[in-house]
Structures are given as C-alpha cells and as structure tokens.
C-alpha cells in the first residue's frame, strides 16, 4: 500500500488478537449531554405546543418556510404524482424491487392458533396487527427510496391500517424518487418534517401528526436519540449504529469484487466498518492492491478512505473453523461467505443479521431488491436481535378459556403456589372455581 493510506492488519493467532478486536469493533452510539439535552427540550416543546412547535423547527432546522402545519403535508395525490415524475427505468426498479420485499415478508406472518384439551379448556394465541406505524425517512441529499420500502412494506403485510411517514425537507427540497417509494409501498400519510421533533410528533401525537404505535427507520445521532427517549411511550425499531460488512473469503474470489464489497459498506459514512477475514495471505495483499487501485474511481473516495483507515481490517485466520469463529465473534450486521461452498459453514453461523451465500451474492444486493430486509442489527447486537419484519408490526395476545372442570382442576394447582407466595386474594379467587 502506498504511504498515506494504510489498512489495519490483523493476525487471529497473535497473542493480542482479541485486544485488538475489541478495539475495533468498539462503537459508543451514546449522545454527549448537549445532544441529549437539546432532544429532551424538543419533545418538551412538541409536547406542550403541537404543531406550532414543528413548524417553528422546521422552520429553524430545515430552513422550510412554512407558516402553518397545513404547509407540511404531503396528500396521497402528490405521492401519485411523484410516481409519474421519476425515470420509467426508476419506477420499474422501484415497483420490482417492492414486489420481492413484499412477496418474501408475506411468508412471515404469523397466525392466530388454538388448541382444546380434554376438559374442553382452549388455550391459544391472537395475532393483531398495530394500529398505526411511524417512519422516519432521512430526506435531502442522504435520501433512500428502498429504507421506505424495506420500513413501509413489512408493515403493510402485517395489516397496519395506516402507516404514517415524516420526512425532512431541507430548504424545501423533495426527493420525487422517496416520494415515488411512499406511494408504491402503500404509505398512507406523508409529512415533511424531520429530527428529534419529528420523532416526538409520532411519539406524542400534535393536532395534526397522529400519535402512532411503533417508531423504525434510520436517522442521525438527534433521531436515534429522540427514539431511545421515546421507548416506552411507543416501540421502535432499534437504536443502529454505523453500516458494516464482514466478508469472509477463502481467497479464490475475484479481488477487485471484494474490494468493491467492502467499499460498499464504507462508503456510507467515516465510520462504517468494512472486514475482511480469510485464511489466505497472498489473497488479503491482492485485495489491498485492489484496493489502491479501485479508490481513485470512487465518487465517495475520501469517505471510503477515512472509514478503511479508522475502523476497516484486514484479518488473517489459520483456516476457515477460524474465520467462522472470528464472524462469531463479530456478529456482523452484513455477513459475505465468499466461498466455494457456504452451504457448508451456513449451520455453524450462529450471529449474523444477513448471511450472503457464494462469491455472486453481493451484498448491494440485499440492501435494494434481494427481498429479505436491510434493516438490521449493527454493533453486534445480532447476538440477539433480527432483522426488521413483518413480526414487528404484529402483536401477540394470550387466549385462555377455561371448561368448568379445567377451572377447578388449575384452581387447585394455583391456590397452592399462590398460599406459597403469600398471596391469599390470588388463592382464593382460583378456590372459588373449584367445584369438589
């Protein structure tokens, strides 16, 4: 590599590998005081003072000259007509593109079940979708039609009656391509605001913006900390922190297209975080070259470089029980096995957000059309999160209808663990049922 751009090196069998991983992989998505304090005086004012305090935000924030909340809102009409204004090869995209995200969420709905036992006592469970979804769009120049598509459809799949989006509007610029994406994922309302107050609306309801029951989509440190606040008052999708790509090679992939996968992820922003992990390396020192070669083309070449240079790797393992171990390790939102055979390590993967099987699947892939969802869990948090789904606009209710004789025979199993715990109100009330 050239002198003034260097990509960490790492070795899996060095001493302090695990040191030097941590490191790595550490991400703090924590707000300094003053953004928190900022983001908890925006909820206040949204609370207190509704739509006057958006249009006053909006106004300071985004440089949008409005006067009125009435000024802010987009009617389905104008989702219509954004559909017409866009290239025809831009709606064809768009439109193919939300048929496979759509077609994909419909085989994870879940059902409502019961089942009787021999008393007659039906135990089950009731599916309902929520009532009302939030989500948030960043707007401008970091616009992205497939977040809508991606947030927008899974909800509509589950049965959301109404899906209410906010998107920012720098200095009144709309983005026809977002607009285009809220119409042909079935958004039902559209207003253009943004930031922490954006978030509060949803939360909170104003006399315009309906409250809503569950907050996804990304946005910046003000939005995620806006919905940490938020959490309790409505759901959310999660708190994401920086993209990032894991790819693991056994070194017989063509070097420029992992290069390429692994600018992917670092051209997003200076703190993505791009991986490369294979037991090869004679095959880490031809993508490096790659790399050299490949960043002078690049539109965000200096992102990309900052973003390699601060969190990206280059990983040498043993052999590929390693490299699996070390994906492990990680937890990788994006998970590339570029490999001969994946099928084979697919069942040894145990944390991933999305795994990408085989040297063609690239990762760009899944974040456009794919099907499965490019919402998901960063920062390792796919230990123990998933991918957003349909499953997240659906709630689960408990159903239990006791027989006559089940009520007396669970009444005495009751009475007795409840007298255990002291709680003589729980015992007899299931006593009462108990007919001999």
């Known amino acids: ?103 994909y969420h419909e085989k994870q709905k879940q059902d409502s079940w019961q089942y009787t036992e021999a008393d007659g006592t039906v135990l089950g469970q009731q599916v309902t979708p929520l009532d009302r979804a ?43 391509l977002v607009l285009a994406a809220a119409c042909v994922a079935g958004v039902d309302r559209v207003f253009t605001i943004g930031g922490a107050q954006a978030v509060a609306a949803l939360a909170y309801g104003t006399e315009s913006v309906p409250r809503v029951d569950k907050i996804v989509g990304p946005g910046n440190i003000y939005v995620a900390t806006a919905k940490r606040h938020v959490f309790g008052q409505v759901g959310i999708d999660m708190i994401a922190g920086p993209s990032e790509i894991l790819v693991v090679c056994d070194g017989q992939t063509d070097p420029d ?75 990788p939102e994006h998970l590339e096995l570029s490999v001969a055979n994946p099928e084979q390590y697919l069942a040894q993967i145990r944390h991933a957000g999305a795994i990408f099987m085989g040297r063609y699947t690239a990762e760009a892939l899944g974040d456009y059309c794919a099907g499965p969802n490019h919402v998901l869990p960063t920062s390792g948090t796919a230990r123990f999160s998933s991918p957003l789904g349909v499953y997240d606009f659906q709630k689960r209710s408990s159903i239990i209808h006791c ?34």
């Open 257 to 331: 297209w992992i290069a390429m996968d692994l600018f992917s992820q670092a051209e997003h922003d200076e703190d993505a975080q791009s991986i490369l992990v294979s037991p090869d390396a004679a095959f880490l020192e031809q993508v490096a070259a790659s790399i050299e070669k490949l960043l002078p083309s690049m539109e965000r070449a200096e992102i990309i470089r900052t973003s390699l240079q601060g969190r990206g790797a280059l990983i040498q393992v043993a052999d590929m029980a390693q490299a699996i171990e070390v994906a492990n390790r990680i937890a």
């Open 134 to 176: 939030g989500l948030y769009v960043p707007g401008g120049k970091a616009a992205y039609p497939s977040s809508v598509l991606m947030n927008a459809i899974p909800a509509k799949v589950a049965g959301v009656p109404e899906v209410v989006m906010v998107v920012p509007t720098p200095r009144g610029e709309l983005n026809e």
């Open 1 to 103: 590599m050239s002198q003034n751009f260097a990509i960490r090196r790492l070795n899996a069998s060095d001493q302090d590998f695990a040191q030097h991983l941590d490191h790595l992989l550490a991400w703090e998505s924590v707000s300094d005081d003053s953004v928190n304090q900022r983001v908890l005086e925006i909820i206040a004012a949204v609370r207190s003072r509704g739509d006057a305090a958006l249009v006053e935000f909006t106004q300071r924030f985004d440089g949008v000259d409005a006067q009125a909340m009435a000024e802010l809102i987009l009617p389905r009409e104008r989702l219509e007509l954004a559909l017409t204004r866009i290239t025809a090869e831009q709606r064809a995209a768009l439109e193919q593109a939300a048929e496979r995200v759509r077609s």
């Open 403 to 436: 027989s006559a004789h089940g009520a007396s025979e669970l009444g005495k199993v009751a009475s007795v663990l409840a007298r255990g715990e002291s709680l003589t109100a729980h015992a007899r009330s299931a006593e009462y049922r108990i007919n001999d």
